[in-house]
């Protein structure tokens, strides 16, 4: 004798007789249906999608320079700390420090060196927060690491005005997250 396999319809959960292993709803009718829901699902995560990457654009839109500035600064201090990560602080030399910092030889406040690669390296907390960034000691670590010509440049321009448009801003992100990428 034959057993006669049964199963409840996926949509309407009647039981149907199954004729294959790969059956599971019990008319053309319900095969529509589960179509019609597959497509709805489907169309409903297109539109969250979609919507995502509105949202997206519209914060984007809604960010100001100074928004693009602090931005870009936590992308390259992220850069610095990973580049120097095998180096010791800049200023006292010690490595086995739990938080390390980007610390900036000339500070960040003069605008014009904020993203030089030679003015900003690894710095143990301790120097760049409680010792305000033991300049003495980080311009001598800083002459050895660089030179005294490219340190006195530093020193002597300072003071200029860093002039650069949010597009700028964009693509140094942008460089910086690729450099990231290529430490890792």
């Given at each position: 004798m034959f057993k006669i396999n049964t199963r409840k319809c996926l949509v309407c959960k009647t039981k149907f007789e199954v004729k294959s292993n790969f059956h599971w709803l019990c008319s053309a009718e319900c095969a529509r249906v589960k179509g019609n829901e597959a497509?709805?699902?489907?169309?409903?995560?297109?539109?969250?999608?979609?919507?995502?990457?509105?949202?997206?654009e519209l914060k984007e839109k809604l960010l100001t320079h100074s928004n693009w500035i602090q931005l870009l600064q936590t992308v390259f201090n992220t850069f610095i700390r990973m580049r120097d990560k095998e180096l010791p602080c800049i200023s006292c030399g010690r490595t086995n420090v739990e938080e390390f910092h980007a610390g900036h030889y000339v500070a960040s406040t003069y605008q014009y060196h904020r993203f030089n690669e030679n003015n900003v390296h690894k710095q143990c907390s301790y120097c760049n927060t409680h010792l305000r960034g033991n300049l003495i000691d980080y311009r001598k670590g800083l002459i050895a690491?660089?030179?005294?010509?490219?340190?006195e440049y530093l020193e002597n321009t300072k003071?200029?005005?860093?002039?650069i448009t949010i597009y700028e801003i964009k693509q140094k992100i942008r460089h910086y997250k690729e450099k990231i990428k290529s430490l890792k």
């Open positions: 497509l709805e699902k489907k169309k409903a995560q297109i539109k969250k999608t979609e919507w995502t990457k509105e949202k997206s690491k660089i030179g005294l010509e490219e340190v003071r200029m005005a860093l002039e």
